[in-house]
C-alpha cells in the first residue's frame, strides 16, 4: 500500500524529491513518515505528517534542508530533500500508522505499521 518513488544518485549540494503513494491506505492510519537508513547505520526518522491537518514535522538532523508535504487527493506525500550531502545516501522509506505522528521533532519507527520497500538515495 506505501510505494516510493524519486530516489537516484545527486551529486552534493543537489536536491531530490521522494514521493510516497498512499493509494488504498485507510485515512484512519493517519500518520505518514519518512525513514531512511544507511549502511551499519540504525533507521532514522527523518520526517512525519498528520495527514488529517497536513502538519508535519522534520528531524533535527535535516531541518533546514528537508521539507515533508502532501497531495491528499492524490493520495502522495513528499519529501523535499534540499542541499543533499555524502550523508545524506541511505535507503529511505515511508511508513503508516496511527495515533502518534511525532513528538516534537522526533519521529520513532516503532509508532509506525506498515512500510514500503525503500527507494535509494545516493549522493557523491
Known amino acids: 500500500q506505501l510505494v516510493e518513488s524519486g530516489g537516484g544518485s545527486v551529486q552534493a549540494g543537489g536536491s531530490l524529491t521522494l514521493s510516497c503513494s498512499t493509494s488504498?491506505?485507510?485515512?484512519?492510519?493517519?500518520?505518514i513518515a519518512w525513514f531512511r537508513q544507511a549502511p551499519g547505520k540504525e533507521r532514522e526518522g527523518v520526517a512525519a505528517?498528520?495527514?488529517?491537518?497536513?502538519?508535519?514535522r522534520v528531524s533535527d538532523s535535516v531541518k533546514g534542508r528537508f521539507a515533508i508535504s502532501q497531495d491528499n487527493a492524490k493520495n502522495m506525500v513528499y519529501l523535499q530533500m534540499n542541499i543533499l550531502t555524502p550523508d545524506d545516501t541511505a535507503v529511505y522509506s515511508c511508513?503508516?500508522?496511527?495515533?502518534?505522528?511525532?513528538?516534537?521533532?522526533?519521529?520513532?519507527?516503532?509508532?509506525?505499521?506498515?512500510w514500503g520497500q525503500g527507494t535509494q538515495v545516493t549522493v557523491s
Open positions: 511508513a503508516a500508522g496511527r495515533h502518534v505522528c511525532y513528538a516534537g521533532n522526533v519521529v520513532r519507527h516503532y509508532w509506525y505499521t506498515s
Open positions: 488504498g491506505l485507510p485515512f484512519s492510519t493517519y500518520c
Open positions: 505528517i498528520d495527514r488529517r491537518s497536513g502538519d508535519g
